[in-house]
Structure formats: structure tokens, C-alpha cells
Nanobody
């Protein structure tokens, strides 16, 4: 089965860092566009970041630009979201998604496969 699995979430203090990982079961992520989304309780999903499946271009929501970095490790077939300078408003369930369209970016409808989500909580 095609499945994405996130890892690396948890509880962190404001100003701290976490690195989320996204790995695939049943296929390689190397040539898919990968997006990260987040959803806080009672709120709609928010696009966070994406990396192209073709040229490796990266994209960020204004709310995280300069603090988060998306990257690929094609040896480990994993996509990472490094989150620095975390704020309480970053608290959410984070989901990675893969798109067969390598140019997928912002819209959830562009993505074909989704992970189950992982909790990130930023709190003192």
C-alpha cells in the first residue's frame, strides 16, 4: 500500500526546534512533490511548505518563512521539515503529502497521498 509516515513530533518550548520526517511505504518520495500541512483543533488545514519533485525548489508560507526549512535526503528517501524558533501558534497536527504532479505546491487537492499526521505542541 502507498502510505506516508511522519515522525519527529512532540512537545517543545517556545523558541525550541523540532525536525519532522516524512517517509514512504510502497514507493519512493524522490520524484514526488512533497508538501507539509498543519491543522490546529477546530481549524482548516494550512499549507506550510513544499518541495518540488523536479528541480528541488522550495516554498514556504509567510508564517514560517525564515524559521522552517524543507529538504530532501534522497539516500534515505526522506523529506524533512526543520522547524526552528517555534511559537505556540505553530501547535498543530502536521501532515506530509505527496503529489505525482512534481509542481504541486499550496492546494491540498494537488496531493495524492497523505500521512496520518503527527502532533507538534509548542508550550511552556
Amino acid at each position: 500500500q502507498l502510505q506516508l509516515v511522519e515522525s519527529g513530533g512532540g512537545l517543545v518550548q517556545p523558541g525550541g526546534s523540532l525536525r519532522l520526517s516524512c517517509a514512504a511505504s510502497g514507493f519512493t518520495l524522490d520524484y514526488y512533490a512533497i508538501g507539509w500541512f498543519r491543522q490546529a483543533p477546530g481549524k482548516d488545514s494550512e499549507w506550510v511548505s513544499a518541495i518540488s519533485g523536479s528541480d528541488g525548489s522550495t516554498y514556504y508560507a509567510a508564517s514560517v518563512k525564515g524559521r522552517f526549512t524543507i529538504s530532501r535526503d534522497n539516500v534515505k528517501h526522506t523529506v524533512y521539515l526543520q522547524m526552528n524558533s517555534l511559537r505556540p501558534e505553530d501547535t498543530a497536527v502536521y501532515l506530509c503529502a505527496a503529489a505525482t504532479d512534481p509542481l504541486a505546491t499550496i492546494a491540498p487537492t494537488q496531493y495524492d497521498y497523505w500521512g496520518q499526521g503527527i502532533q507538534v505542541t509548542v508550550s511552556s
